[in-house]
C-alpha cells in the first residue's frame, strides 16, 4: 500500500521521481491521462539532455515535492527563468510584480492577483 501513502499528484505539481525510461527526474506535472500516464517538464535529471522538456512516467513513479516559500530575490530570479524557458508569461509578469514589490519593501511581498502562483521547489540534486 506505499502508493496510498503518497500524496495525490495534480497538474502543476513539482515532482520527483523516474521516467519511463528509468531517468531521475524533477519537475512539473503538465498534464495526466486517466491511464496514469504523466507528462513532466523537466528541470532536473541525470540525463541533461531531457532538461527543458517534456517526458512522460507513471503517476505511481511520481512523488509530489512540498512546496517551499519564496526566500530571496535570487529564488524570484531562478523562477523567471524558468518561466522564461517553459514561456509562461503569464507566470512571468506575476514573479516579476513579486520582485518589484520585493525590492521597494526588502521582503517578498505578492502583488495582488498573484495568488495562481506555482508551487515552488528548491533546487534538489540528484545523485
Known amino acids: 500500500m506505499e ?13 520527483s521521481g523516474t521516467s519511463l525510461e528509468d531517468e531521475k527526474i ?21 540525463r541533461e539532455e531531457a532538461i527543458g522538456y517534456m517526458v512522460n512516467s507513471m503517476r ?8 517551499n516559500v519564496l526566500t530571496s530575490e ?29 525590492k521597494s519593501n526588502g521582503h517578498i511581498q505578492l502583488a495582488a492577483g498573484t495568488e495562481g502562483l506555482k508551487p515552488v521547489s528548491r533546487r534538489i540534486k540528484i545523485d
Request: zero cysteines; charged letters at 25%; a negative charge.
Open 3 to 15: 502508493w496510498a501513502k503518497q500524496a495525490v499528484v495534480q497538474v502543476g505539481d513539482w515532482v
Open 60 to 67: 505511481f513513479k511520481l512523488e509530489k515535492l512540498e512546496s
Open 74 to 102: 535570487a529564488d524570484l530570479r531562478s523562477l523567471m527563468d524558468l518561466a522564461l524557458m517553459t514561456r509562461d508569461q503569464e507566470w512571468f509578469n506575476e514573479l516579476g510584480a513579486a520582485l518589484r514589490a520585493t
Open 26 to 46: 524533477i519537475g512539473y506535472v503538465d498534464s495526466m491521462d486517466l491511464y496514469g500516464i504523466v507528462r513532466v517538464m523537466v528541470t532536473q535529471s541525470d
